[in-house]
């Protein structure tokens, strides 16, 4: 199974920016699609963001306009740029598979702090 490490994560104050890295272990292009969760204490992960093999991007409502999914081939990375923070972004930020959902299996993540 794929392997992902998320990094890039920090406090930024609110109407800033931060870039996330999803590094994986083998070649992006042969994994359907890539997705980013975010998820609060005591809420269940929500879905911000994915990209397709094809490199098709779809946003949640929440973060359409602020957020831009992307990917560099050469590096099996695919980056969360985060514009426009609001504090409601604040979690920790996973990003998966298909198979990797399918087994609750997840990483590490990358903490996202935005404040006043």
């Known amino acids: 199974q794929v392997q992902l490490v998320e990094s890039g994560g920090g406090l930024v104050q609110i109407g800033g920016s931060l870039r996330l890295s999803c590094v994986a272990s083998?070649?992006?292009?042969?994994?359907?699609?890539i997705v980013w969760y975010r998820q609060t204490p005591g809420n269940q992960r929500e879905r911000v963001a994915h990209i397709t093999s094809g490199g098709f991007p779809n946003y949640a409502d929440s973060v359409n306009g602020r957020f831009t999914i992307s990917r560099d081939g050469t590096r099996n990375t695919v980056y969360l740029e985060m514009n426009n923070l609001k504090s409601e972004d604040s979690g920790v930020y996973y990003c998966n598979t298909p198979a990797g959902i399918a087994s609750d299996k997840w990483g590490q993540g990358t903490q996202v702090t935005v404040s006043s």
């Open positions: 083998e070649n992006i292009f042969n994994i359907n699609f």
